[in-house]
C-alpha cells in the first residue's frame, strides 16, 4: 500500500525522489518522507503528514543535497498517519536508515528483544525496529549487506524494504520477503533507482530488473548484484517494460476520476485493438493452452477483489453462458485460506488492475500449488500477477490515477468477454454465426459508452443536489447488473463517504427493504432485458414502502417516467454488454455526489490504489 522511491547516483537525489514518491501517491498518502545521505556523510531526513504536497512545502523550505537517498508514501498500518510515524526510520545511531512496505508481523517480540539490549524508539510503528535490527548485527562485525540480510530473514509478514548506511555512499541494498508490493531496480543513464512500481521508473528508464519475493539486491552507481535471502547469488535479467502513452494529467478534467470515466469509449477501443479477427466468429487472444487443455477444462474460477471482485462476478456468468464450463467468481483473500478443489482442469483467472493486490497473489500461489492453470487480466505489464501467471490479457486501459477504479472496470470484463469467446469457440458451444454476430456488437461497444457517457446531459449534477443530504443508497440490479449494484455502491461509498448497499433486486424483499424509506434513495438497475418485469415488482415493493427510486432505463421506455421519481437513461445494448454501459451512470452519479460534498475525489480518506498488504 505504501510507495517506496530510491536513487543512487551522479545527479541530486532530492528532486528525483520527490517526483518518484508523487508518482507513487496513488498507493498510500497519508504522509511521506525522504531520507538523502550528503557529501560529508550525515544522513538527512524530511518527513510530514498528510499529501505529498506537504512533504514538498518541508524539502523545500529545508532542502537536502546528496546523489544516494531513499523515499517513502505512507498508508498507515501501525501508528497514526504522523511525522513522527512516518518513513524513513533511523536506528538509534542516526546512522541507518529504512523505508518498508508491509506488516512486520513479529514486531512486538523484536521489539521487547531490542528494547531489552537498550534500543529506544521514538515513534509506534513495526517498521522502526528494522533499522534497529539491522544495527545490531552491523555492531557485531556483520557488513551493512550482510546485516541487512540477515535481519530480512528474522521477518515475519510480507515485506519490501530499501535501506541506507551513512558510512556506505555508494550502496543502496533492497529487499522482498512475500508479497507486500513489488521492487524493482530501474537501470538509468546517470545512476540506478528502485521503485514499487514501473510507472516511477519510466520517465528515467525502461530497462529494469524486478525483485522476485526472496531476493535481495545491493546496488551502487554503476551495478547491481542480487542474491536470495540465503545469500545465493542470483541471475536476475533485466527486462525492458512499455512506456504508458496515456499520460496522467487531468486533461482539463477537474479530477482524474472524472477524465478516466470519460475516456472508457477509447480505452474500450484499446482492448478490443487487434483482437477481434477478420475470421468469422473468431477473436485473437493468445493463451498458454492447447486446444485440447480447453477442452477439458471443467471449472473457471475468476478471483479478485473490490471492484476486480465485481468484474469476476460479471466473468463467471459470461463464462458460463458461453463456453458452458462451471464457473464462479471468489472473493482473492477468502479463496486462499480455504481449502479449495482445484485440479489441472481448473482455470484460475485472477484479476488485479494493479496485479499487485496482495491477497489475489498469494490466492495464485495457491491455485498453482493445487494444479490449476492460471492467467491474470491486468492493466499492468510487468506487474507480480503478470509474471506470476502462465498467461495474461492485458486490458490496455493507460494509467488509472484516480484511486476509485473506473475504466479498469470496464476494460477487464470486455477482456473477460473476449475469454468466454474464445473458450467457447474452442471448445464449440458458440457458433460461428453467433460469435459473429456477438463480435460485431462488441466493436460497436465504444461507441455505445460514448452515447451512455452523453445521454442524461446534466442530470448527474441536479440528482447530486437533490439527493445530497441521504446518508444511505440502495443499488439493486439482476443477473449481469448485481455487480454492477454492486460496483455502484462501492463508487459510492468509496468517494462520497456516504453508506450504500449494493444486492440482487430479489435479495431486498429478504431483509434490506426494512431499510427502505423516504431518506434512502434506491437505484435500480432496469433496462429493457429478461428480467425487466422482474425489476419493476421490485421497484413498486420499494415505492409501496415510500422509497424514492432513481430509475436507470434504456432510453426509450417511455412507461418508466411514470414508475420511478427519477430516470437516468443508457442506449440499447446487447444483453451481454449491458454490464459496461450501465456502469457509466453508476459511475457519475457516485461522482457527482462526491464532487458537490466537495470530497478528494481522486484520493479518498483511508484508501490506496493498490493494495499490497493482507
Ligand atoms: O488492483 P486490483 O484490481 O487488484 O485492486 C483491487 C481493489 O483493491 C480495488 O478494486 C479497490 O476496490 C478500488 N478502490 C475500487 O475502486
Not at 1 to 25: H, K, V
Not at 32 to 49: E, F, H, Q
Not at 75 to 95: C, F, I, Q, R, Y
Not at 194 to 218: F, K, R
Amino acid at each position: 500500500m505504501c510507495g517506496i522511491f530510491g536513487y543512487l547516483g551522479y545527479q541530486e537525489a532530492q528532486p528525483l525522489i520527490i517526483d518518484g514518491l508523487t508518482s507513487l501517491a496513488y498507493r498510500g498518502y497519508d504522509s511521506a518522507g525522504i531520507a538523502v545521505l550528503s557529501r560529508g556523510g550525515a544522513l538527512g531526513v524530511r518527513k510530514a503528514a498528510g499529501k505529498i504536497d506537504n512533504l514538498i512545502e518541508a524539502a523545500t523550505k529545508s532542502p537536502l543535497s546528496g546523489r544516494l537517498g531513499i523515499g517513502h508514501t505512507r498508508w498507515a498500518t501501525h501508528g497514526e498517519p504522523s511525522e513522527v510515524n512516518a518513513h524513513p526510520h533511523l536506528d538509534g545511531t542516526g546512522s541507518i536508515v529504512v523505508v518498508h512496505n508491509g506488516i512486520l508481523e513479529n514486531y512486538g517480540e523484536l521489539k521487547a528483544r531490542l528494547i531489552a539490549n537498550g534500543h529506544v524508539f521514538s515513534s509506534v510503528t513495526d517498521t522502526e525496529v528494522i533499522p534497529h535490527l539491522i544495527q545490531e548485527f552491523v555492531a557485531e562485525g556483520l557488513s551493512f549487506a550482510e546485516a541487512v540480510r540477515i535481519a530480512a530473514g528474522q521477518l515475519r509478514g510480507a515485506h519490501a524494504i530499501a535501506c541506507l548506511h551513512a558510512d556506505h555512499p555508494e550502496e543502496m541494498v533492497t529487499f522482498r520477503v512475500g508479497n507486500a508490493g513489488g521492487v524493482a531496480i530501474g537501470h538509468g543513464q546517470g545512476g540506478m533507482f528502485i521503485a514499487s512500481d514501473m510507472p516511477a521508473l519510466t520517465p528515467h528508464t525502461t530497462s529494469v530488473t524486478p525483485l522476485e519475493p526472496g531476493e535481495l539486491a545491493i546496488i551502487t552507481p554503476e551495478r547491481y548484484d542480487v542474491m536470495t535471502l540465503d545469500g545465493k547469488s542470483v541471475d536476475a535479467n533485466r527486462v525492458t517494460i512499455a512506456v504508458n502513452a496515456t499520460s496522467a494529467a487531468k486533461g482539463g478534467y477537474k479530477h482524474f476520476m472524472l477524465k478516466e470515466v470519460m475516456e472508457q469509449p477509447e480505452v474500450a477501443m484499446s482492448v478490443l485493438r487487434g483482437r477481434l479477427s477478420f475470421e468469422p466468429g473468431e477473436v485473437a487472444l493468445d493463451l498458454p493452452f492447447t486446444d485440447q487443455e480447453i477442452k477439458d477444462l471443467n471449472r473457471v474460477i475468476f478471483i479478485g477483489m473490490g471492484t476486480s471482485s465485481h468484474a469476476c462476478q460479471i466473468g463467471a456468468q459470461v463464462i458460463e453462458r458461453l463456453a458452458r464450463i462451471a464457473a464462479s467468481a471468489e472473493n482473492s483473500a477468502e479463496f486462499r485460506y480455504r481449502d479449495p478443489v482445484v485440479d489441472k482442469h481448473t482455470l484460475v483467472v485472477a484479476v488485479a488492475q494493479s496485479g499487485e493486490t496482495a491477497d489475489t497473489l498469494e490466492a495464485m500461489d495457491r491455485a498453482h500449488r493445487s494444479g490449476a492453470r492460471t492467467i491474470t487480466i491486468t492493466n499492468t505489464e510487468g506487474s507480480q500477477a503478470y509474471r506470476r501467471a502462465e498467461g495474461a490479457i492485458l486490458i490496455h486501459a493507460g494509467q488509472e490515477v484516480g484511486v476509485a477504479s473506473s475504466k479498469t472496470f470496464v476494460n477487464s470484463i470486455i477482456a473477460m468477454q473476449l475469454l468466454a469467446i474464445r473458450l467457447a469457440r474452442t471448445r464449440g458451444t458458440l457458433s460461428t454465426a453467433a460469435a459473429t454476430e456477438y463480435i460485431e456488437a462488441l466493436s460497436h461497444l465504444p461507441a455505445l459508452l460514448g452515447e451512455a457517457l452523453n445521454i442524461n446531459g446534466n442530470s448527474f449534477q441536479r440528482l447530486a443536489v437533490k439527493y445530497a443530504r441521504s446518508r444511505r443508497f440502495l443499488f439493486i440490479g439482476r443477473g449481469l447488473l448485481e455487480p454492477i449494484a454492486r460496483e455502484g455502491a462501492l463508487k459510492l461509498k468509496e468517494i462520497s463517504y456516504i453508506h450504500a448497499e449494493g444486492m440482487s433486486a430479489a435479495e431486498l424483499k429478504h431483509g434490506p427493504i426494512a431499510l427502505v424509506d423516504r431518506e434512502t434513495p434506491v437505484i435500480a438497475l432496469a433496462p429493457l432485458n429478461d428480467l425487466y418485469e422482474k425489476m419493476l415488482s421490485n421497484i413498486a415493493q420499494v415505492r409501496a414502502r415510500d422509497g424514492q427510486v432513481i430509475g436507470i432505463t434504456s432510453v426509450g421506455n417511455h412507461e418508466f417516467t411514470g414508475l420511478v421519481d427519477d430516470v437516468l437513461l443508457i442506449p440499447e445494448a446487447p444483453l451481454l454488454l449491458e454490464p459496461m454501459v450501465a456502469t457509466i451512470p453508476v459511475q457519475l452519479l457516485a461522482y457527482h455526489l462526491a464532487d458537490l460534498l466537495g470530497n478528494d475525489v481522486d484520493q479518498p480518506r483511508n484508501l490506496a490504489k493498490s493494495v499490497v498488504v493482507e
